[in-house]
């Protein structure tokens, strides 16, 4: 029974650690508070007075504690809803990520099934790119798990001032490889980075640009941020 994630699945998840979870703290601010409903045929969920665009990314089992990607779902094969989902599959099938490929992952054999479950929303949503992911209950034993496909959830850039808690709090997620993190921000936000043996070097732009210095272990020692007054 398969009781950890691959190698080559937590070093992606890392690479969307920093960025996803700056992410996901932007989209719970921007959602109001209330029930959710959705109409998937027409790809929409509607939450307190929003309706947004949506994508059904996946849904967790938790009496079978299994994940199933929405792409695989007999219900839902083939039909708008989870076309934007697709592309994790095909991402996984090209960087030969299992976890993302596989119709279902079965999760009964780790330590807390549930994150694990969230690990693959969150990957999925690193992988499709998509400002983030809500989780809602669809019943009384699944949770479905939908992508926002609408460009008005923000999507906050890098932040000179609050850059150094956001890639510590990335690297403080999976604690797998924080070069892998900071990387990963760099390049989802189309970041100029120079990589040396013990740091990463970018251009934020404006005079701006940051340091991230590591320790022997890999881990993030220092972030110095250099900010035109």
């Not at 992410?23 to 509607?46: H, I, K, V």
């Not at 779902?73 to 991402?91: I, M, Q």
């Not at 709090?169 to 924080?178: D, I, M």
Request: hydrophobic share 40%; net charge negative.
């Amino acid at each position: 029974m398969v009781s950890h994630f691959s190698d080559a699945f937590l070093l992606e998840t890392e690479r969307h650690a920093a960025w996803g979870a700056a992410q996901l703290e932007a989209l719970g601010a921007f959602l109001p508070e209330g029930p959710w409903s959705a109409d998937l045929p027409s790809c929409t969920y509607r939450q307190g007075d929003l309706e947004l665009r949506v994508a059904v990314l996946g849904t967790y089992d938790m009496e079978q504690q299994s994940w199933m990607w929405g792409w695989a779902n007999p219900g839902l094969r083939g039909t708008e809803v989870v076309a934007l989902g697709g592309a994790v599959r095909r991402y996984g099938r090209v960087h030969g990520i299992t976890e993302l490929a596989e119709e279902i992952v079965p999760l009964a054999g780790f330590d807390d099934p549930r994150r694990a479950a969230e690990m693959l929303a969150f990957t999925g949503m690193g992988v499709a790119e998509a400002p983030g992911y809500i989780g809602v209950p669809a019943g009384p034993a699944t949770q479905v798990y939908f992508l926002p496909d609408d460009n008005r959830v923000p999507r906050p850039g890098p932040d000179p001032v609050t850059l150094p808690r956001t890639l510590l709090t990335g690297a403080g997620l999976v604690g797998y490889s924080a070069r892998h993190v900071v990387g990963g921000y760099f390049d989802h936000h189309g970041v100029t980075q120079h990589v040396e043996e013990d740091r990463i070097v970018a251009d934020l732009g404006g005079g701006n640009a940051v340091e991230v210095g590591f320790d022997e272990q890999g881990r993030i020692a220092e972030v110095q941020v250099k900010v035109l007054p």
